[in-house]
């Protein structure tokens, strides 16, 4: 399996445009996160999908973000309008349910500049 | 409080051990992690420990836990200039209808030659 997947690996945009983060997850996965990182707040959650049904949003800074997942290979996290303290590196995971311990398989990340 | 905490910083000489200190919060938390994250890119998995255990050993991995006092902590032996990376500790949370990841904010692990 290729791992977790991201597009862009870089993305550099204007403040008050729309920006969308792709992730495919490992085949097989039920559950995806997003996650956000900054120096200011380290590693945020910002929502969870459990066999592409939303769990939890309560991380998603306000309504500006949002995040869909149609089927379970692929999610995306939209930010409209963007602003420069959306600047970050986002992350997608995914994992798969085995009642154990909780391996999370991230992604090599989306950085997101914010001009 | 509700943070999971780590120090921000570590510098050790080439050969030495590291010790990286972690304290969490949810008493019930099942597994307690370890992830490691190298230069541009996400993190990954190094090592976990199941609550009813002190210690975990994995070839030059040490955890150490302590569940009175809610502190974890990672040794690693003879540390390599390529363990250079940012430490996250992590515990498990409710948040929503399951278990979730709550991490640290990372230590910074320099190794000088």
């Known amino acids: 399996d290729a791992g977790v997947i991201q597009s862009p690996r870089h993305e550099v945009t204007e403040m008050g445009q729309e920006v969308t983060l792709r992730c495919k997850p490992i085949?097989?996965?039920?559950?995806l996160f997003w996650y956000r990182q900054t120096m200011m707040r380290g590693l945020e959650l910002l929502i969870y999908f459990n066999n592409n049904v939303p769990i939890d949003d309560s991380g998603m800074p306000e309504d500006r973000f949002s995040a869909k997942m149609p089927n379970a290979s692929f999610s995306t996290l939209k930010i409209q309008p963007s602003e420069p303290r959306d600047s970050a590196v986002y992350f997608c995971?995914?994992?798969?349910?085995?009642?154990?311990?909780?391996?999370?398989?991230f992604g090599p990340g989306t950085r997101l500049t914010v001009l | 409080g509700e943070d999971v905490e780590q120090s921000l910083f570590l510098s050790v000489r080439e050969g030495d051990s590291s010790v990286i200190n972690c304290t969490y919060t949810d008493s019930s938390s099942t597994y307690l992690y370890w992830y490691k994250q190298e230069p541009g890119a996400g993190l990954q998995l190094l090592t976990y420990i199941f609550s009813n255990m002190d210690m975990k050993q994995d070839q030059r991995l040490t955890v150490l836990l302590n569940k009175k006092d809610k502190h974890l902590s990672l040794r690693i032996a003879d540390t390599q200039t390529g363990d250079s990376a940012i430490y996250f500790c992590a515990e498990s949370r409710t948040s929503g209808s399951a278990r979730q990841l709550t991490f640290g904010s990372g230590t910074q692990l320099t190794v000088l030659p």
């Open positions: 085949s097989g996965h039920d559950y």
């Open positions: 995971a995914s994992r798969l349910d085995r009642g154990t311990y909780n391996e999370q398989f």
